[in-house]
């Protein structure tokens, strides 16, 4: 449950005293709407660029990544 709050897995780590990654990653567990939180993160991620890429003048927006102008 933490995970879907944002927190990394250093957090984690620190919060639950794993010194290892390997120990804090025996306790991860995949849940059923982790999928949707990350899409979801990604979404506003992307529309938060896209606001500021369209505040910038013209001549100062980044051209397109190759074959991406669809994005």
């Given at each position: ?49 896209r606001?500021?890429?369209s ?17």
């Amino acid at each position: 449950m933490a995970v879907m709050t944002g927190a990394t897995l250093r957090d984690l780590m620190a919060h639950v005293g794993h010194d290892n990654i390997r120990a804090a990653l025996i306790y991860q567990h995949t849940t059923h709407g982790g999928d949707r939180v990350i899409a979801d993160a990604l979404d506003r991620q992307i529309a938060d660029e896209r606001g500021r890429a369209s505040d910038r003048p013209k001549s100062e927006a980044e051209p397109p990544a190759s074959g991406t102008e669809a994005l």
